[in-house]
């Protein structure tokens, strides 16, 4: 089976600054990984995806995250932060090839301060 | 495109009370999944389809949950007897062509039961 470790339940971060959200997931097998985000009183949102090839996946609104097979982690991250990226950041995997589940970390929360 | 299309977006209900939740998938897409999302416990997959079938039922919680997909266009999560442990925002998502291509997310349905 397949889980995932966000370390973050929060992450306060000044606008314009850099933010990192980690995440670790655990497999026996093979995976895809995912990042969504849900802002307030919406349902979640594909932000970026990794399937295979080139580590570092870029995604939508600046966002992008680094596979690390090694660390079993992929980390979503951002170099400058609007107010706009506050919203709950939920990373996800898959296991390649067996079914069509997708496993949800928990979520990170990430609070822009002014 | 209209998305995944959820409906009621918010019940409020009493205990003891028959709730259904009902979800319209994209066109086309042939796998559709329920998760529900509580404080406590994040996002969790009750149950997915396939081409109409129940391929996974082990997340829903009790017995009074059932899940049903009469055709590609619709399904329907059914709680009896409601209970206020039920209170969670339901989401309906769905994909074609497997979870590589990640899910598209309803807006969910604010479930309240007194």
């Known amino acids: 089976a397949q889980s995932v470790t966000q370390l973050d339940s929060q992450v306060p971060v000044f606008e314009e600054a850099p933010v990192e959200l980690r995440c670790n997931y655990s497999s026996s097998v093979s995976v895809y990984l995912f990042w969504y985000v849900q802002y307030p009183n919406q349902g979640l949102q594909l932000l970026l995806k990794y399937l295979s090839g080139s580590t570092l996946v870029k995604g939508i609104n600046g966002f992008e995250a680094e596979f690390n097979k090694s660390q079993t982690s992929f980390h979503l991250r951002k170099p400058s932060v609007h107010i706009s990226d506050t919203a709950e950041y939920f990373c996800a995997v898959s296991a390649l090839n067996r079914d069509d589940k997708i496993i949800f970390g928990k979520g990170t929360r990430l609070h822009i301060l002014p | 495109d209209a998305g995944v299309i959820q409906s009621p977006r918010h019940e409020v209900t009493e205990m003891g009370q028959e709730v259904t939740l009902r979800c319209k998938p994209i066109?086309?897409?042939?796998?559709l999944f329920w998760y529900r999302q509580t404080m406590m416990r994040g996002l969790e997959l009750l149950i997915y389809f396939n081409n109409n079938v129940p391929i996974d039922d082990s997340g829903m919680p009790e017995d009074r949950f059932s899940a049903k997909m009469p055709n590609a266009s619709f399904s329907t999560l059914k709680i009896q007897p409601s209970e206020p442990r039920d209170s969670a925002v339901y989401f309906c998502?769905?994909?074609?062509?497997?979870?590589?291509?990640?899910?598209?997310f309803g807006s969910g349905t604010r479930l309240t039961v007194v």
């Open positions: 066109s086309g897409h042939n796998s």
């Open positions: 998502a769905s994909t074609s062509m497997g979870a590589a291509r990640g899910y598209t």
